[in-house]
């Protein structure tokens, strides 16, 4: 199949839709590219119209008037929430494949169905309960919420990764009198670069990406994560006025998709991995 | 699977603990109280006792109610065949290495990744009533289409829809085409040796080897449409107008957030859950049958 290529009209007729559907992906690229180099004067002449006008000033504006504190904001929550997934995802995966213990089926099931809860169903409960411990505006707060959230995923994806794994070589480990932490730290992680990778780059951009968990605990201005922030600069609600400083609005969607962006086209063979051991295995 | 003797039961729980404490918190224990929530009658955001299944009533009474639990029907009949169809025509294509298949494989992943937001504001000001959409219909005199996109009734559900799709063809078509590799290549050899011609191929081989794939997807869509729509629908339409374009979990929020109806939009949640529980279930008894099958087959 496919190992030879011929130019017939069916293929041809087939690179329409592609070419459609590429067409709008890069009309959108260059909207989202375009716009925010443009002035707000050439701007109120509408988004489709040819620019004329370049300027960096939407980028400092924006940054000054929060996307800087929700760019920081945003990373660190991020990669912290990675770091704990991934420890203690990855310890939690290393159980459920490799050692037994009393409800490891139930546990594990329990686990798993966190991963298609609505996030909207724990958020409310959540919010009245954290205005009792005064957990609400605070950096911690919003971080074991985000981390909670992406537990269940990570534990799924670092089980089914372990479940592959050469069982011979932990028996060995423990004969050679490795403790389980030895093991997991020793043998299993250098080992599983994979799929650590896999899970620290789902888990950036969906933490990077949140935008319901930002709006509802992280309200002050200087706690904001880039998302609500940039919502915030538009001047928020759905309905867009003219009077919205488009441009900066547009150089935080800008700034806030990069590094999605950028991982995506580093490490595209770990979100393949990721749908891999996620969904089609199972 | 061989397991020592050594892993005693308590050396396990420990593992998990840290990883079971903090999902306790985060997913059960809101989930609990929301349930109690259900149940009691609220008053600017405080319970004053419990009144039974009167939210429950309340919300089977309410006709915003079946109108959103409509246009969550209507997403998902729209969005997941679309998306089915067309990816599985790109996967299909692209895994017969077409030209240009390696651009295109990397194209379509972009809308994917990118996140909601960005996705939800750029479409947002692209279906505005002055954005470029409308602009370029009456640029090539299909002026008659120009229209409110996200603003008028009837049309505001089908331009999310339309996004959504989008969105997603992506995500299907990178699932389908990495089960699509995974598929020996013999059995395409022997087929064409026996004759058969590329729609048998595709109707024969391709899609029977796909079924699988195609309901991990139907599920995982079905789940994704019910439960994390939030970001769009609260940038472009924020529900409305009325509440032609609100779904369950848009309707939660509106209930919860902003009129501060807490026992019915907990109510309301109550019964996303249950939707949801019965499809995860529904999927979890199905695919353990087929892994049960499979070992038979071997």
């Known amino acids: 199949m496919g190992r030879k290529r011929k130019l017939t009209i069916g293929g041809m007729l087939l690179q329409i839709p592609f070419l459609l559907y590429s067409a709008t992906i890069v009309a959108f690229c ?110 911690f707060g919003a971080l074991l919420i985000f981390i909670g959230l992406r537990l269940p995923f990570s534990v799924y994806l670092f089980k089914n990764f372990f479940d592959e794994f050469q069982i011979e070589l932990i028996e060995a480990a423990r004969i050679d009198g490795l403790s389980d932490m030895g093991i997991f730290f020793r043998i299993v992680t250098p080992l599983s670069v994979g799929v650590f990778s896999t899970v620290v780059l789902f888990n950036f951009t969906a933490v990077w990406s949140d935008y319901l968990i930002g709006l509802l605990f992280l309200q002050k201005q200087r706690l904001m994560t880039v998302m609500p922030m940039i919502m915030n600069i538009f001047g928020s609600g759905p309905m867009v006025t003219q009077a919205t400083p488009l441009g900066q609005g547009f150089a935080g969607l800008l700034v806030s998709t990069l590094p999605v962006i950028i991982i995506y086209a580093i490490a595209k063979k770990h979100y393949v991995s990721g749908l891999m051991l996620g969904s089609v295995k199972s | 699977m061989a397991l020592s003797k050594l892993a005693t039961s308590r050396k396990g729980l420990l593992f998990i603990l840290p990883a079971l404490v903090i999902v306790c918190f985060i997913f059960l224990n809101p989930i609990f109280r929301m349930f109690i929530f259900s149940v009691e009658h609220w008053k600017y955001l405080r319970p004053t006792g419990f009144n039974g299944f009167a939210n429950y009533l309340a919300l089977l009474g309410d006709r915003h109610f079946y109108e959103t639990l409509g246009n969550n029907g209507i997403i998902i009949a729209g969005v997941v065949p679309c998306v089915i169809v067309i990816s599985l025509t790109f996967a299909q294509a692209i895994f017969g290495r077409m030209p240009g298949y390696s651009v295109y494989t990397f194209l379509f992943f972009i809308p994917v990744v990118m996140p909601d937001i960005v996705v939800a504001k750029i479409l947002t000001e692209v279906l505005n009533k002055v954005g470029p959409l409308n602009q370029f219909f009456n640029l090539f005199g299909l002026g008659y289409l120009d229209r409110d996109w996200l603003g008028a009734p009837g049309f505001s559900l089908f331009s999310i829809i339309a996004s959504l799709i989008w969105k997603n063809i992506g995500f299907a078509l990178l699932l389908f085409l990495a089960r699509l590799t995974t598929v020996d290549v013999a059995i395409y050899e022997a087929a064409e040796i026996d004759g058969a011609s590329g729609s048998q191929k595709y109707f024969f081989i391709t899609i029977p080897m796909l079924a699988s794939t195609i309901s991990v997807y139907v599920v995982l869509q079905v789940i994704g449409l019910m439960s994390f729509l939030f970001s769009y629908i609260h940038v472009m339409t924020a529900g409305g107008p009325g509440y032609s374009s609100t779904v369950l979990e848009y309707f939660i929020y509106l209930n919860t957030f902003r009129l501060q109806e807490i026992g019915i939009g907990s109510a309301a949640g109550m019964i996303l859950i249950v939707i949801t529980m019965i499809v995860v279930w529904n999927y979890l008894f199905a695919s353990r049958k087929r892994s049960r099958k499979a070992g038979e087959a071997q």
């Open chain 1, 30 to 139: 260059l909207l989202l590219v375009a716009t925010p180099f443009r002035s707000t004067d050439d701007l109120a002449r509408g988004i489709l119209v040819r620019p004329n006008s370049f300027t960096l000033t939407n980028f400092a504006d924006s940054w000054r008037n929060g996307l800087g504190t929700g760019v920081s904001n945003s990373m660190k929550l991020s990669v912290l929430t990675c770091l704990f997934t991934a420890l203690l995802g990855g310890f939690a995966g290393y159980a459920f494949s490799f050692l037994r213990f009393r409800l490891r089926q139930g546990l594990y099931v329990f686990m798993y169905c966190g991963i298609y809860i609505s996030t909207m169903l724990i958020a409310l409960p959540l919010f009245l309960q954290y205005r009792q411990l005064g957990l609400v505006n605070s950096i």
